[in-house]
């Protein structure tokens, strides 16, 4: 089965430019244009990993990612902010709503996929661990 | 004799010749009985002689005397009567009573001679005696009359506060020593001592003065005693000069009057006792009404019910203090207005005991402009939170197009759509570039207006400046190299360890670096953290050294001002912000240090951020 990865962003452009360089890394995407169908969509398709805006209509990404942690057997799906608020303590804001990792935009296309893998790897061995 | 000379001798007797019927109303009343009592015949003739001239304690005498006078023909005494202007005399006394051929009274006839003079002599021998080393060893000036009224004895504080000699003032009215205005009204009451005498302080609440020899006159407090003795009744008067009380009195007045603030002076039955102008002026009162008032005349009607427990509690621990400390205090007007007041209590203790002191400032100005400033101040708060919050979405709203334009010009330039001939990779470089500078500069801009607001956070805690280094150059090092500068980095040995904020730490050597590799096309860039000793005290440096084209003379002023990037021959090689260099140096500021740079044409420049140690 592929690494699915789902995109939670309401503004077109970021979503294309996430999707092209993630697609082009052979990742499976599903987007989702607000928090609520974002959400929606994470609990019905059990995606890998989750990239997420924070400001966005519907439902923001905190709230996204407060409801996803509130869920059973969510807490090892990573969780990445990718955000135009980068303002101090905007980062901490993030991680305490329950992000795993707070990247600033612009995101740079040269590294992102990187920053990306290093948070997947890591979710994927503690799927495939033994016992698990 | 004729009847002529006989009326003569009647009318010039020298002493006092009065007929009295036997109803006690008088008959004949002779030019020296005129003299001597004051009263004019008309005045006398058909009035009982009791009510004329007898004072009320020598009524019994009297009709003792007339009793005897019958019985025996004629009697002689000595005995006490009182003029018209109420003074007493001591008059010497012959009646006889004259009767009919049927032998019933017709007359009685009077000589009453006005021994006053000798009678004092008397007296004055007589307390001379007993009383003269008492008297002399008192503090208080002693002055002793009789009934009459007549000095009979001084001690030597009454001579010298009087400038009297003691034989100037024996025998004469005790009215020698009061100012003219007042002599009348004393000889009145100075009568109706005799007619109740006890000790007691003389014309209580009223302003007494004493005249001297050379007419000065003093203000005076005078304490009267009666003394029996076998010569009759003596008033002893201790006087006592109050001048220099009065003063104290008047400079208090003085000083409650120069008082910046309303003064009231509170008994312990919470009477007011004493108010200053301004006092009268706050409360609309005027001075007499509010003397003798309850000070919660002045307080608003919610607030009395405490008042006394809280006066009460003031006077059995008085200390200085501020009244009602935290709480909102109001003073109450005649009219009924309300203000809100500031009070400061102080015991006083003075002579007639313990009173409070209360200043009393009328703070509704001050109310008004604290207010004034509370509204100002949310009025700025919410001003900084609209700044901050437009600062916020700016840089949100700045950012996400920004995202889409380095986000596919970086997909494209790495090829991932596919392969690009060299002029589309070219003009791509461009693009970035521009992207690029737009994002630092969206970044030094909002730095620097969070600086302005002092929004900035500063965290201070121990780095490790070695690392702080290492880390910019490596980040820099791939655009040194690009550019085929050497690059060097020298660090001390052990790891520098300061109290400082890492970020503003770290962008001031990114900007520093960038900038001497930004316009460096050939030959080195140096990095270097030395240490140095200046006045005493550590100092770090931390030099970026280029082989740059050096900055002109004329340009080195300019270096540090917003936007005064210094136009360079090749423009298109410039990238940056304008700000960077502006920015450094307030966030070195704020560091507590400053950046310093030597630079030449053709010779490279040199920039330092210098931080103390310690």
Redesign the interface.
């Known amino acids: 089965m592929p690494t699915r990865i789902l995109i939670i962003e309401d503004d077109s452009a970021s979503r294309a430019l996430v999707r092209y360089l993630l697609e082009a890394a052979g990742y499976t995407t599903l987007e989702a244009e607000d928090g609520g169908a974002g959400l929606h969509l994470a609990l019905q398709t059990q995606p890998d990993l989750i990239i997420c805006d924070l400001q966005m209509p519907v439902m923001n990404g905190y709230e996204v990612a407060r409801a996803l942690r509130e869920q059973p057997n969510w807490h090892r799906v990573p969780l990445i902010a990718v955000t135009a608020f980068s303002m101090a303590g905007d980062r901490e804001t993030a991680l305490a709503a329950g992000f795993d990792e707070h990247i600033t935009k612009p995101i740079t296309p040269e590294t992102f996929v990187t920053q990306i893998e290093a948070f997947l790897s890591r979710a994927l061995q503690v799927r495939h661990s033994p016992g698990h | 004799m004729s009847p002529n000379l006989t009326a003569q001798l009647w009318e010039h007797n020298p002493d006092a010749l009065i007929a009295v019927g036997p109803d006690g109303t008088i008959l004949h009343w002779n030019l020296a009985a005129e003299t001597i009592f004051g009263y004019s015949r008309d005045e006398a003739i058909g009035q009982p002689i009791l009510e004329l001239i007898v004072p009320k304690d020598c009524f019994e005498e009297e009709s003792r005397i007339q009793a005897e006078a019958l019985h025996r023909g004629v009697t002689v005494y000595e005995s006490v009567r009182r003029c018209k202007n109420g003074t007493l005399v001591h008059v010497s006394v012959s009646t006889k009573a004259v009767l009919r051929a049927d032998g019933q009274l017709e007359y009685f006839l009077s000589n009453k001679k006005d021994v006053t003079h000798l009678k004092v002599l008397r007296d004055a021998k007589l307390v001379e005696a007993r009383f003269h080393d008492l008297l002399e060893s008192t503090p208080d000036a002693i002055v002793m009359v009789n009934v009459t009224g007549r000095i009979v004895l001084v001690n030597s504080q009454a001579e010298k506060m009087f400038g009297h000699q003691r034989t100037e003032l024996l025998g004469q009215p005790v009215e020698i020593l009061l100012p003219n205005r007042f002599r009348t009204a004393h000889l009145a009451h100075r009568g109706g001592y005799f007619e109740q005498p006890r000790t007691r302080t003389m014309g209580a609440g009223l302003e007494l003065y004493g005249l001297r020899k050379d007419g000065d006159e003093f203000p005076v407090e005078i304490s009267l005693s009666p003394l029996k003795t076998e010569e009759g009744t003596m008033v002893m008067s201790a006087i006592r000069n109050i001048s220099d009380r009065k003063k104290a009195d008047q400079k208090f007045k003085d000083l409650l009057e120069s008082a910046p603030d309303a003064m009231v002076i509170v008994n312990r039955e919470g009477r007011m006792v004493l108010v200053n102008t301004q006092a009268v002026q706050l409360f609309g009162w005027s001075r007499e009404e509010l003397l003798g008032q309850k000070i919660e005349i002045l307080v608003p009607e919610r607030y009395r019910g405490n008042h006394p427990d809280h006066r009460t509690g003031f006077f059995s621990q008085p200390r200085a203090r501020s009244m009602g400390a935290g709480l909102e205090l109001f003073g109450l007007r005649k009219d009924g207005g309300e203000f809100p007041v500031e009070i400061s209590l102080s015991p006083l203790e003075t002579e007639e005991g313990l009173f409070v002191s209360s200043a009393i400032r009328d703070v509704t100005e001050r109310k008004r402009f604290e207010q004034t400033l509370r509204d100002k101040n949310v009025e700025l708060e919410n001003a900084a939170l609209a700044k901050d919050r437009f600062?916020?979405s700016m840089?949100?709203?700045l950012?996400?197009?920004?995202?889409?334009?380095?986000?596919?010009t970086?997909?494209l330039l790495?090829k991932?759509p596919g392969p690009l001939n060299v002029e589309q990779d070219k003009q791509l470089q461009i693009v970035q570039r521009g992207?690029r500078h737009l994002?630092s500069l969206i970044n030094d801009m909002?730095d620097l207006a969070?600086l302005g607001a002092n929004k900035?956070?500063f965290k201070t805690e121990t780095i490790d400046c070695n690392a702080v280094v290492d880390e910019v150059a490596a980040s820099l090092r791939p655009d040194a190299e690009k550019k085929k500068l050497l690059f060097t980095v020298s660090l001390p040995d052990p790891a520098v360890m300061l109290n400082t904020d890492r970020r503003a730490l770290s962008q001031i050597i990114i900007n520093l670096t960038g900038n001497a590799i930004k316009f460096t096309e050939q030959g080195s860039v140096q990095l270097r953290l030395q240490r140095h000793v200046v006045a005493g005290r550590n100092m770090l440096a931390f030099s970026v050294e280029d082989t740059g084209p050096g900055i002109a003379q004329q340009d080195q002023p300019r270096l540090f001002e917003a936007f005064s990037r210094i136009e360079a021959a090749d423009r298109r090689k410039l990238e940056g912000s304008g700000l960077g260099l502006h920015l450094s140096r307030k966030l070195s500021e704020q560091l507590g240090g400053r950046i310093t740079f030597h630079s030449a044409i053709g010779k490279g420049s040199t920039f330092t951020l210098e931080l103390w140690e310690d």
């Open positions: 600062f916020a840089s949100h709203e950012r996400t197009p920004l995202n889409a334009i380095i986000g596919f970086g997909t790495m991932l992207a994002l909002l969070k900035l956070d």
